[in-house]
């Protein structure tokens, strides 16, 4: 069976794309000139040099294929493309990765495009199913962890924007890259949308808490009011002032995110592992880097 692959080289997908070959799938990939490959080596992969503004072009790599994964962002605003394409290609299967952020009550730019990407998707005649990831961690590559983790590491102070109560659930990558292939042999998951979350919610207090234990660290925390915080950061961003954190981030930062996965583990055997249990081997991994 031949299996198409958007996203591929990016932090999911290049977890994803190995089990799709050990799971014995031809595996055919589509990469950006300027992307890095090297994260997946393996010489059984077909590469397709373009991109998502060519409808036509990816129309003619997907023929020929039975299965599409689509792990590249829904937040670009290219649903529309590539599942015309997908269709006109006759892809009988797809797999589409969107994201928990769908249900902020942040009226961003991004959720709205992702909204409708889903609708896309759902209208569509493809036998379709949506994942929903909470925020991806598990290597130097994720953006969000690994940053706390090397700032804790190096820092034995942290600011928290609010009162660091609001509940996060980040669920590991290779819980994500499972998700995927498990979703592939299950046709009850169809015409279905699921959230992927970690194990258990945990506040961000909590978060701080579990890394420090393992880093075997005792981190002070100072409290600032977020309200007056974003007041700031917007005041800096309409200066046009560059700063590393948004006035957005840190209002998400104060909204519990916290999801159910129930239908997923009863539909097709989710079954993530813990925070503390993904965070320790990406220490572990950090640290063996350092070394």
């Known amino acids: ?54 409808q036509q072009q990816l129309t003619e790599y997907l023929q020929g294929s039975q299965t599409l994964v689509n792990i590249a962002s829904l937040g670009f605003g290219h649903a529309d493309t590539i599942v015309k394409a997908a269709q006109s290609a006759g892809i009988e299967r797809a797999i589409f990765i969107s994201t928990t952020a769908i249900f902020t009550k942040l009226n961003s730019r991004s959720k ?41 590491q190096r820092i034995p102070l942290i600011p928290i924007f609010g009162k660091g109560n609001y509940l996060q659930q980040p669920v590991f990558v290779d819980d994500v890259a499972d998700a995927i292939v498990k979703c592939l042999d299950q046709s009850k998951t169809i015409g279905k949308s699921y959230n992927i979350a970690g194990k258990k919610a945990l506040t961000y207090n909590e978060v701080i808490d579990t890394i420090a234990g393992i880093i075997g660290r005792k981190i002070l925390k100072i409290y600032l009011a977020d309200n007056l915080v974003v007041k700031f950061l917007r005041l800096l961003e309409k200066m046009k002032l560059p700063f590393p954190i948004k006035a957005e981030q840190v209002k998400r930062l104060n909204e519990n995110k916290d999801f159910a996965y129930e239908e997923a583990s009863m539909d097709f055997g989710y079954q993530p592992r813990s925070f503390e249990e993904g965070i320790r081997f990406e220490i572990k991994q950090i640290q063996a880097n350092k070394s």
């Not at 990407?117 to 949506?130: H, K, W």
């Open 112 to 152: 709205n495009t992702r909204l409708e990407a889903e609708v896309t998707i759902q209208n569509s005649d493809l036998a379709y199913t949506i994942l929903r990831p909470t925020m991806i961690y598990g290597s130097q590559r994720d953006r969000n962890m690994y940053r706390l983790v090397r700032w804790l």
């Open 1 to 54: 069976m031949k299996v198409f692959v958007t996203g591929a080289t990016g932090f999911t997908g290049s977890r994803t794309v190995p089990l799709l070959l050990e799971k014995g799938w031809e595996v055919h990939c589509l990469y950006r000139e300027s992307s890095n490959r090297s994260y997946l080596p393996q010489p059984e992969i077909h590469w397709h040099p373009g991109n998502f503004e060519d």
